[in-house]
């Protein structure tokens, strides 16, 4: 089991998505990962899986793969935006 919170629960916070129905809240990482995280499944529907580009062209990388915790751009920058 992965540890996902920080004590302060910092690392939730940016993350975090509202199911449009509002029947939960997923993070970022979990849409499109294949399950439904939302009763309605909207969190699969909205699905954007054209590569994101990392900013410095290191790489480009799966959306699912932003906040997984590993670095998929050389910059790390995926990662930023969801961790703090
Ligand atoms: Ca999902
Ligand atoms: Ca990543």
Redesign the pocket.
Known sequence: MPARSLKDGSDEQNCVIVCADGSNKIFEKQLCDGIKDCKDGTDEDNCVLEPIHCPDGSNA?DPS?????????ADGS??ENCSR
């Open positions: 990388y793969k932003a906040c997984n915790g590993v670095k998929d751009c995926d990662e």
